[in-house]
């Protein structure tokens, strides 16, 4: 079993800036990718961003440029700058990581932009 918790979500006007965080416990050697998800009221869950164990990544057409996922190994961290905010970007963000049997979700962090 993995866990998962985000933080750094909150209120931010448009083209402003947020941090999100999400530490890894429990059986994390088996873990081969992590990324990000987000669902905004009314709409499917979407990958945002996603990044392997080697440090490839990979990011939803929507949010390159303004995204970066990064990892950090040693920490069992992996984070989400996100940069240039736009309203559109509103939704509950999810954390998740992915072993060769299973998918592992957070408990979701709310980022709301809005002037």
């Known amino acids: 079993q993995v866990q998962l918790v985000e933080s750094g979500g909150g209120s931010v006007q448009p083209g402003g800036s947020l941090r999100l965080s999400c530490a890894a416990s429990?059986?994390?050697?088996?873990?081969?990718?992590m990324g990000w998800y987000r669902q905004a009221p009314g709409k499917q869950r979407e990958l945002v961003a996603a990044i392997t164990s080697g440090g490839s990544t990979n990011y939803a057409d929507s949010v390159k440029g303004r995204f970066t996922i990064s990892r950090d190994n040693a920490k069992n961290m992996v984070y989400l700058q996100m940069n240039s905010l736009k309203p559109e970007d509103t939704a509950v963000y999810y954390c998740?990581?992915?072993?060769?049997?299973?998918?592992?979700w957070g408990q979701g962090t709310q980022v709301t932009v809005s002037s």
């Open positions: 998740n990581a992915a072993d060769p049997l299973s998918r592992y």
């Open positions: 429990g059986s994390i050697f088996s873990i081969n990718a």
